[in-house]
């Protein structure tokens, strides 16, 4: 999360060497400062465990799925898609017969991603369990 990173800044903290975090000092951007950007190369969308799409700059590739998982998705399959969210935002032109470069480059990404942070059934080499508790109860105020 860009967070920690962000608020350890502005409090003039440094964070911690270990364990790693991988977020980034996002105030730049959060505060409007000209000529700021995204220090993320590509954002990648995850249902569960599952990469289902990527998105690089105007770019956004969904990616081919023999079983789709998540609400409404019914486990069928999901067929490659690229779209230019800067032209087509409601995602209605499938480019990606058209842009084989894009969806080459945006496909290497998703590799990138796969090896890192892993795909359904296949951990990654950087990746953190997510946390869980396995008899959750709500931790109320005490009574007055």
Request: no cysteine; aromatic share 8%.
């Amino acid at each position: 999360m860009d967070l920690l990173p962000t608020f350890a800044r502005l409090a003039g903290a440094d964070l911690p060497a270990a364990p790693a975090i991988d977020g980034h000092d996002i105030w730049p951007l959060m505060s409007g400062e000209p000529g700021a950007s995204s220090p993320y190369r590509a954002f990648f969308y995850y249902q569960s465990e599952q990469l289902q799409a990527v998105r690089s700059g105007k770019w956004k590739l969904y990616l081919a799925l023999e079983r789709k998982v998540g609400p409404g998705s019914g486990g069928k399959p999901s067929r490659l898609a690229l779209y230019d969210l800067e032209a087509d935002l409601a995602e209605t032109v499938n480019l990606a017969e058209r842009e084989p470069d894009v969806v080459a480059r945006l496909d290497a990404l998703a590799s990138e991603a796969r090896r890192d942070l892993g795909d359904l059934g296949k951990p990654g080499a950087v990746q953190r369990p997510a946390g869980w508790v396995e008899t959750p109860h709500p931790q109320l105020p005490p009574e007055h």
